[in-house]
T-cell receptor, first 114, second 113 residues
Framework: AQTVTQSQPEMSVQEAETVTLSCTYD???????LFWYKQPPSRQMILVIR??????QNATENRFSVNFQKAAKSFSLKISDSQLGDTAMYFC???????????FGQGTTLQVKP | NAGVTQTPKFQVLKTGQSMTLQCAQD?????MSWYRQDPGMGLRLIHY???????DQGEVPNGYNVSRSTTEDFPLRLLSAAPSQTSVYFC????????????FGNGTRLTVT
């Protein structure tokens, strides 16, 4: 069975600085996808970034990038130039193949301070 | 484009009452699913469907029923609510393409007293 672990329940960062959120996962599969979702206080679930396991290149989306280490089963999210609007809970999630099902980590609450 | 629509946004039930959480999507997505979110536990899969007429259990299915009579709708039924079902519930949908990200509704906060 696949599991996803986020070991940092809470983090904080000063505005304009860089922060990295950690995520590790466990699977014996080779064909899978990894995601980071953001949940602001509005409760909405917003896709931040997506990574295909078969791609070695790390995904990037503007200020958001990942460090995908397949052998170590690690998938961390780096947020550069943090903004107040980045304050949210962040979830790491795993999807096997085309199942359409996500397995989530416990979440990390990020606070960006002015 | 409405995306995934969940109703209601909030609900309070007494123990033993029943109710249905509604979910509809207008993106013609094949896959639909229900998750519950509890503090410190992330989101956990309750039930999912890969198409009309096909449903299956997720990680925490006990106490919940689903059906999928159309592509658009995927209601979640609580037959006899229990305080342990106090949670935030999310409906999600996606295509059957490999690695397609899930689109989520805005959630329903359910309190069972």
């Amino acid at each position: 069975a696949q599991t996803v672990t986020q070991s940092q329940p809470e983090m904080s960062v000063q505005e304009a600085e860089t922060v990295t959120l950690s995520c590790t996962y466990d699977t014996s599969e080779n064909n899978y996808y990894l995601f980071w979702y953001k949940q602001p206080p509005s409760r909405q679930m917003i896709l931040v970034i997506r990574q295909e396991a078969y791609k070695q290149q790390n995904a990037t989306e503007n200020r958001f990038s990942v460090n995908f280490q397949k052998a170590a089963k690690s998938f961390s999210l780096k947020i550069s130039d943090s903004q107040l609007g980045d304050t949210a809970m962040y979830f790491c999630a795993f999807m096997f193949s085309n199942t359409g099902k996500l397995i989530f980590g416990q979440g990390t609450t990020l606070q960006v301070k002015p | 484009n409405a995306g995934v629509t969940q109703t209601p946004k909030f609900q309070v039930l007494k123990t033993g009452q029943s109710m249905t959480l509604q979910c509809a999507q207008d993106m013609n997505h094949e896959y639909m699913s229900w998750y519950r979110q509890d503090p410190g536990m992330g989101l956990r899969l309750i039930h999912y469907s890969v198409g009309a007429g096909i449903t299956d259990q997720g990680e925490v299915p006990n106490g919940y029923n689903v059906s999928r009579s159309t592509t658009e709708d995927f209601p979640l039924r609580l037959l006899s609510a229990a305080p342990s079902q106090t949670s935030v519930y999310f409906c999600a949908s996606t295509t059957n393409r490999e690695g397609s990200p899930l689109h989520f509704g805005n959630g329903t906060r359910l309190t069972v007293t």
